[in-house]
């Protein structure tokens, strides 16, 4: 009488490499969709904490934060620390007003700004008549593709922006594109000033 061999054969083996190939083609499109999501909503989340904040430091100090990302990792930002660009203290000051240090989570490690401007350039266009509508406190944010960007403003905006094609999100709204010459810059308009 001859042993019987136990094991797997070639085919069983392919097989099973074949089943796990299709499972990972179908889930990691799925995978990486889910990530992207999370990014949107992490930033959504944060510039909605952030309008939340510099209206409380408007309503204490009766002026508007600022925040300057250095090269060092050692940020300027009021929100966090009472002091003005000079090392004094700021007056009515009782932070801090946010939790953690500002980040990029969508280019982790990518520029981003906190800042009164009314530069043509982060205009916001609140009434969508195509003009500026004055002067904004604004979060700035690089490197957020037209994707990302789009469903972004889709969910602060609601604008509809969820279209391949439409670029109107793009100057309408509290969400818009930097009006200069870096494609990947989004704006977020906080507050009218």
Partial sequence: MQAKNSGFTLMEVI?????????????????????????????????NDLKAAVARYYKDTGTWPRHIP???EDHFNQLMRNSDSGGNPIAGWNGPYIESQLSNPI????????QVTN???????????????????????????DNLAQNISQMLDKDGANTSGDTAWQSAGRVKRYGGNH???????LARV
Avoid: H, W
């Avoid at 083609?25 to 990014?39: G, L, R, S, Y």
């Avoid at 280019?107 to 906190?114: H, K, R, V, W």
């Avoid at 494609?183 to 308009?189: E, K």
């Fill in 15 to 47: 097989g099973v490499l074949a089943v796990i190939a299709i499972i990972a083609a179908v889930a990691t499109p799925q995978i990486f969709q889910a990530i992207q999501d999370a990014k949107v909503t992490s930033l959504v989340q944060e510039a």
């Fill in 70 to 72: 250095t090269r060092n």
């Fill in 107 to 114: 280019t982790p490690g990518g520029y981003l700004d906190l």
């Fill in 119 to 145: 530069n043509a350039n982060y205009a916001c266009d609140l009434d969508g008549d195509g003009n500026g509508d004055g002067t904004f406190i604004t979060y700035r944010v690089d490197g957020v593709p």
């Fill in 183 to 189: 494609a990947s810059i989004l704006v977020m308009c």
